[in-house]
């Protein structure tokens, strides 16, 4: 079983900068696509950010498309999201997740799941 758990999350200021991270354990991340999600109060989970298993391709939500960043360090076992210029509307839980069944933002995709960061972007 592969397991996934999310760090970095925190109260940021609109303008700024946060990196979070997806620690893998169990199984590698390699052969496994990335997916970053977030779901704000009230709402449905939003797909954000997904990385194919092998790092060819990248999906981006237009909402976040040239400020947010997603990639993978295969040796320590960890996927990141690199959120630049934040938003009060970027402001959610993010969860980070894996699948095998192929690539993109569809949430029925992704097997394995983080518990979630909370990311706050408030002045």
């Known amino acids: 079983q592969l397991q996934l758990v999310e760090s970095g999350g925190e109260l940021v200021e609109p303008g700024g900068f946060l990196r979070l991270s997806c620690a893998a354990s169990?199984?590698?991340?390699?052969?496994?696509?990335i997916g970053w999600f977030r779901q704000a109060p009230g709402k449905g989970r939003e797909g954000v950010a997904s990385l194919s298993n092998n790092n060819l391709f990248t999906f981006y939500a237009a909402s976040v498309k040239g400020r947010f960043t997603i990639f993978r360090d295969s040796a320590k076992k960890t996927a990141y999201l690199e959120m630049n210029s934040l938003k009060p509307e970027d402001t959610a839980i993010y969860y980070c997740?894996?699948?095998?069944?192929?690539?993109?933002?569809?949430?029925?995709?992704?097997?394995?799941w983080g518990q979630g960061t909370q990311v706050t972007v408030s002045s």
């Open positions: 997740a894996a699948t095998n069944l192929g690539d993109g933002l569809e949430a029925h995709l992704y097997k394995y």
């Open positions: 169990g199984l590698s991340l390699d052969g496994f696509a």
